[in-house]
T-cell receptor
Framework: GENVEQHPSTLSVQEGDSAVIKCTYS??????FPWYKQELGKRPQLIID???NVGEKKDQRIAVTLNKTAKHFSLHITETQPEDSAVYFC????????????WGAGTKLIIKP | DVKVTQSSRYLVKRTGEKVFLECVQD?????MFWYRQDPGLGLRLIYF???????EKGDIPEGYSVSREKKERFSLILESASTNQTSMYLC????????????FGPGTRLTVT
């Protein structure tokens, strides 16, 4: 079955710097890759997603890139701010999975003032 | 706005008790999920349901069962609670109109003593 690995488990960056979180997946049939953000004490929420027919997607300070050949995708956050501090989860899914997501283990992002 | 609610935010039960966790969504979603979240282990799927009375095992179904008698409600049952089931339990739902986006409930922090 599908397996998603996420690195690093913890990432500490200076406010204003960029942060990059990477995920790899094993199932070449996967075609949907979302990223969720979970702030302390709150529920996970979708922040950006990408489908396999697209290589990159941007939304203001966040972007996601996908390399289907290498089976990896990354989340990029530029000009980090204190409110970016959270746990970020990547996930993968395929069209025949009944909307089931296979999750990475999460990355705790710490923004240092 | 999609709303997913869970019956309790915090729950304390004794070993051997039968525990019911309820999840209700108001968006007519076909698919509902129960996850368990533990530090460093991400979101692990316990069970999911893609229709009323339908259920499928996730990655860690042992010790749990589920019930989906109505489309909007998905219940997680711990038949005989054990201390290793102390955890945060998150419910989520999604439907065709939402693409693959999963909407999460606020979570139930269960402590088994």
């Amino acid at each position: 079955g599908e397996n998603v690995e996420q690195h690093p488990s913890t990432l500490s960056v200076q406010e204003g710097d960029s942060a990059v979180i990477k995920c790899t997946y094993s199932d070449s049939a996967s075609n949907y890759f979302p990223w969720y953000k979970q702030e302390l004490g709150k529920r996970p929420q979708l922040i950006i997603d990408i489908r396999s027919n697209v290589g990159e997607k941007k939304d203001q300070r966040i972007a996601v890139t996908l390399n289907k050949t290498a089976k990896h995708f990354s989340l990029h956050i530029t000009e980090t701010q204190p409110e970016d501090s959270a746990v970020y989860f990547c996930a993968a899914s395929s069209w025949d999975s009944n909307y089931q997501l296979i999750w990475g283990a999460g990355t705790k992002l710490i923004i240092k003032p | 706005d999609v709303k997913v609610t869970q019956s309790s935010r915090y729950l304390v039960k004794r070993t051997g008790e039968k525990v019911f966790l309820e999840c209700v969504q108001d968006m007519d979603h076909e698919n509902m999920f129960w996850y368990r979240q533990d530090p460093g282990l991400g979101l692990r799927l316990i069970y999911f349901s893609y229709d009323v009375k339908m259920k499928e095992k996730g990655d860690i179904p042992e010790g749990y069962s589920v019930s989906r008698e109505k489309k909007e409600r998905f219940s997680l049952i711990l038949e005989s609670a054990s201390t290793n089931q102390t955890s945060m339990y998150l419910c989520a739902s999604t439907g065709p109109g939402q693409g693959y986006e999963q909407y999460f409930g606020p979570g139930t922090r269960l402590t088994v003593t």
